[in-house]
Structure formats: structure tokens, C-alpha cells
T-cell receptor, first 111, second 113 residues
């Protein structure tokens, strides 16, 4: 089955700086890659996603890049704000069937 | 409905007991997923329904776990002979189908004593 690895496990940045979280996947058949934000005690919420036919996608301060050859994808958050502090999960899916999640990155934005 | 709902929000049971966890997806969402999340971990895929049928149940850890979705809407996750290792938050999510956003429910926190 699919194996998704996520790094780093914790990340602290100063407010206004950028944050980058990286994930790798093992199954070349995976073709959908969502990113979720989970605040303490709350449910995961989708923040951005990318399909395998696209190399990059951007939504305001958030962007995701995908390298299919290397089987890795990354989340980029620019101009970080304290409310960006949360746990972020990447996931990989084959046509929306199973979703395999990374182990999460705890992001702390220091004011 | 307004969102995915799950009941109960918390369930405490004794080892060896049977439990049922319920998920009400967003109306019209054909895809429904069950996950298990342990502290400090990402959600672990259990089973995926497309309509009434289990399209993929490869994530169910063993035959003590079973899930149904008889009318293509509400789903129930059933765990027999619970073990302490089953303690986790069980999350349900629904979507319109592939490539569409999954909306997660608030989860059921299961504690097996």
C-alpha cells in the first residue's frame, strides 16, 4: 500500500516568515494530494489540494508544488500569521479511494 | 445538513464489549470514509463507501471491525470484542466523489478500559 512520509514533525517560524512542509509518497498511481489543517481538538479541514496533472497550485498565501518524478509534494505558507499555528497533514489518494495521511507537522508561528 | 455529524461524541466501554459509531454525512455526498486517529498521528484510513457499497475496506485492521451504509447515507462503524488498542478518535468524512473536498465530522472519541 501507499506510504506517505512528512517532514518536519515540528516547525517554528517568526510571524511574517515562510513555512515549508514536505511529503513523499511511494505509490506512483497516487493522483490526488490534499493538505489539511487541524487545530487542537478540532476536525481536519482542507486548505489546498493538487491533482497529478498539475505541478503547482496557489491560493493567496498558500501554495502546493508536486514533483511526480520524485514522488514528493510540498506545502508553502508565506507571510505566516499566529492563526496559522496548527497541525498540518498531507495525504495521497488514488482516485479518491483510500487516503493515506502523513504523520503531521506541528507549526508554531511566533508573534 | 449543515455538516458531517457523528454520534456519540465520546464513548467509554470496557474491554470485550461491542460498540457502534454513527456517521451522518452531508446530504447528497455519495462518498463516505472512516478513519481512526491516535494522538499525535495522522488519520488512518479504514474504509471507503461509494453509495451503499464498500468500495475499499482494505484499511480495516481485522475482522472485529465492520461498517455498513445500507441506504447510501448514514453509516455505522461496528467494533466487536473491543480491545484497549482500539482507543482512538474515529473520524468520518464525506465528499461528492473523487477530487472533491472531504468534509470531516467532529469525531467520536472511543476509550476502551
Amino acid at each position: 500500500g501507499e506510504n506517505v512520509e512528512q517532514h518536519p514533525s515540528t516547525l517554528s517560524v517568526q510571524e511574517g516568515d515562510s513555512a515549508v512542509i514536505k511529503c513523499t509518497y511511494s505509490d506512483s498511481a497516487s493522483n490526488y494530494f490534499p493538505w489539511y489543517k487541524q487545530e487542537l481538538g478540532k476536525r481536519p479541514q482542507l486548505i489546498i489540494d493538487i491533482r497529478s496533472n498539475v505541478g503547482e497550485k496557489k491560493d493567496q498565501r498558500i501554495a502546493v508544488t508536486l514533483n511526480k518524478t520524485a514522488k514528493h509534494f510540498s506545502l508553502h505558507i508565506t507571510e505566516t500569521q499566529p492563526e496559522d499555528s496548527a497541525v498540518y497533514f498531507c495525504a495521497a489518494s488514488i482516485a479518491g479511494n483510500q487516503f493515506y495521511f502523513g504523520t503531521g507537522t506541528s507549526l508554531t508561528v511566533i508573534p | 445538513g449543515a455538516g458531517v455529524s457523528q454520534t456519540p461524541s465520546n464513548k467509554v466501554t470496557e474491554k470485550g464489549k461491542y460498540v457502534e459509531l454513527r456517521c451522518d454525512p452531508i446530504s447528497g455526498h455519495t462518498a463516505l470514509y472512516w478513519y481512526r486517529q491516535s494522538l499525535g498521528q495522522g488519520p488512518e484510513f479504514l474504509i471507503y463507501f461509494q453509495g451503499t457499497g464498500a468500495a475499499d475496506d482494505s484499511g480495516l485492521p481485522n475482522d472485529r471491525f465492520f461498517a455498513v451504509r445500507p441506504e447510501g447515507s448514514v453509516s455505522t462503524l461496528k467494533i466487536q470484542r473491543t480491545e484497549r488498542g482500539d482507543s482512538a478518535v474515529y473520524l468520518c468524512a464525506s465528499s461528492r466523489g473523487w477530487g472533491n473536498e472531504q468534509f470531516f465530522g467532529p469525531g467520536t472519541r472511543l476509550t476502551v478500559l
